[in-house]
């Protein structure tokens, strides 16, 4: 699919019921506070600011939809797994992005990512998990790759792709945004689910 990403319009949401009803095909961000989601995002589109990048993370808790050239939907979900969020907050966080993984007819994939340097944490796991529970179609996203030593580099991707919960079939992908690896595979994964 050829996309202009110049012409982007951003709907924030706090609430499942201002989710878009459109049929236009969804593809969604998720992955813990401060893993780089606003830094992948603003590299695939080729923006600096478009997704905000927090020095506070976890400071939000809103899905955020781009609308990519009246075709797609970008869909920025909130961090999770950020220490000093209150109990109300992490119930309204859950409730938030399970109403969307599992309301959505339009979700066609999920870039779910992990953090190199760090590895899965245990939020991490648990929505790997969910994710393969749930059938939803998901790819993994490996950031920060850029810091990363070779052998530390290989030592997590053989650990990334002979993880328990992350299915063989489901491809992972280092990704820096500082050096732009990763970008043109995580496009071929998004465009091999929006020509279906």
């Known amino acids: 699919m050829e996309l202009n990403l110049n012409n982007i319009k951003l709907k924030s949401t706090g609430l499942p019921e201002q989710f878009p009803n459109d ?45 990519t050239d009246g075709k797609i939907y970008i869909v920025d979900l909130p961090g999770y797994g950020y220490a000093k969020r209150s109990a109300e907050d992490q119930k309204q966080w859950s409730s938030l992005v399970d109403k969307y993984i599992t309301e959505t007819d339009n979700l066609r994939l999920v870039v779910q990512l992990v953090d190199m340097k760090v ?37 997590m991707m053989g650990a990334l792709r002979g993880h328990p919960l992350i299915p063989e079939s489901v491809p992972v992908i280092p990704f820096s945004a500082l050096k732009g690896e990763g970008k043109s595979l995580i496009w071929r994964e998004i465009n091999r689910c929006l020509d279906k």
Do not use: H
């Not at 603003?42 to 955020?64: D, E, M, Q, W, Y």
């Not at 179609?137 to 030593?149: G, H, Q």
């Open 23 to 67: 049929t236009l095909p969804q593809i969604a961000f998720s992955g813990r506070s401060n893993v780089g989601k606003s830094s992948l995002i603003n590299c695939l589109i080729g923006r600096k600011s478009l997704a905000r990048v927090s020095s506070a993370p976890g400071k939000t808790i809103t899905v955020n939809f781009y609308e």
């Open 119 to 155: 590895g899965p944490t245990k939020d991490d796991n648990m929505m790997l998990d969910w994710l393969t529970s749930s059938g939803v179609p998901f790819i993994v996203a490996a950031t920060k790759s850029d810091k990363l030593n070779k052998t530390e580099y290989n030592s």
